[in-house]
């Protein structure tokens, strides 16, 4: 599985962006796909993720209230929708495969669980 995420840019604080992950390889059922964010200075920090085949979704404290993560199986892509953005958002946001056949939200907000990353994608909110 490869990834590559796009979508990134600057964005005025309060306004809204779409991040995709776009998928290559085989794909399986066992496979999610999850976003982190790395700030700059800052260690990679868990955003969110959705499992493959039956769409569970996971999300950070901090990103539920504004954020989404959805996948569209027929274009091998999954979506990080962002709105009410924040100054505090910018940040390069990483798209990464996990493969197991059991997780939790624990499980994939862990890094270290994921043996895929995309090359991220910048977000930039000015204030």
């Known amino acids: 599985v490869q990834l590559q995420a796009s979508g990134g840019g600057l964005v005025q604080a309060g306004g809204s962006l779409t991040l995709s992950c776009a998928v290559s390889?085989?794909?399986?059922?066992?496979?999610?796909i999850g976003w982190f964010r790395q700030a700059p200075g800052k260690e990679r920090k868990f955003v969110g993720a959705?499992?493959?085949?039956?769409?569970?979704?996971y999300y950070a404290d901090s990103a539920k209230e504004r954020f989404s993560i959805y996948r569209e199986n027929a274009k091998n892509t999954a979506y990080l929708q962002m709105s009410s953005l924040k100054p505090e958002d910018t940040a390069v946001y990483y798209c990464?495969?996990?493969?197991?056949?059991?997780?939790?939200?624990?499980?994939?907000?862990?890094?270290?669980?994921?043996?895929?990353w995309g090359q991220g994608t910048l977000v930039t909110v000015s204030s």
């Open positions: 390889g085989r794909i399986v059922s066992s496979h999610a």
């Open positions: 990464a495969a996990l493969n197991s056949a059991w997780t939790d939200r624990y499980y994939v907000s862990l890094g270290e669980n994921y043996n895929t």
């Open positions: 959705i499992t493959w085949t039956g769409g569970t979704k």
